[in-house]
């Protein structure tokens, strides 16, 4: 029987993880594919996942683009990947860097699977602080920009800025994928703004985030101006929108 999870994973020269986040992944105990966006790793990611694909036949996927293209683009392009197989109910996105537990994704999927989220947010700050590794001045970066994200646009959402989640099919067949405006971390608030007035349920399911060890962060000054100025945009333009309601699991 055909697996009904899909575990999205953008990359950019993570040659130093790739392999292990795929193993982990792999030995998890729900039925779950791996698709694999790689934006021209030079290092050789790529060709690490093509071994992968040898060891796991069927499981591991790949879509290959030329220079970096940007966090979000590279979902977009997976969700589009996933809503063309029949198969995959439940979507996730995951890092390759093991900030975000492999075995979490077990929890995010029995969120939506059998708690009746549409979609499930692994999150940092919805049992205080669950964060390792990172300087104080990153987490309270991370932390108010999140309540800040709340205040301006009302989601019921703590941890706003989360890149560890799972989608059911049902939201992503109803959201306008192809206009999505953000690229970094506005995409993931665009994301869930976008969940939330189409009237889907968030559940977030507390997680522990801990920095990468192996590798090194596509964290830059501009995803966070980004972000910011994003959030302000989208609630600028909600007031003039009006919102298909999919509350009712009927549609």
Known sequence: MANDSLVIIPTYNEKENISAIVDAVMQLPIPADILVIDDGSPDGT?????????????????VERQGKLGLGTAYIAGFKWALERSQYEYIFEMDADFSHAPADLVKLREAC?????????????ITGVNVVNWPMGRVLMSYYASAYVRI????????????????????????????????GYAFQIEMKFL????GFKIKEVPI?????????????????????????RLKASSLFTKYPDYSRKDQ
């Open 46 to 62: 790529a060709d690490i996942v093509r071994d992968k694909m040898k060891e796991y036949p069927g499981r591991i996927h790949m």
């Open 195 to 198: 969940t939330h007035k189409y």
């Open 113 to 125: 699977a059998t708690e009746g989220a549409d979609m499930a947010v692994g999150s940092r700050y």
């Open 152 to 183: 301006v646009t009302g989601m019921p959402v703590r941890d706003t800025t989360a890149g560890f989640a799972c989608y059911t099919r049902r939201v992503l067949a109803a959201l306008p994928l192809d206009n999505i405006r953000f690229k």
């Open 208 to 232: 522990v985030f801990v920095n990468r060890v192996l590798g090194t962060s596509k964290m830059s000054s501009g995803i966070f101006s980004e972000a910011f100025i994003g959030v302000l």
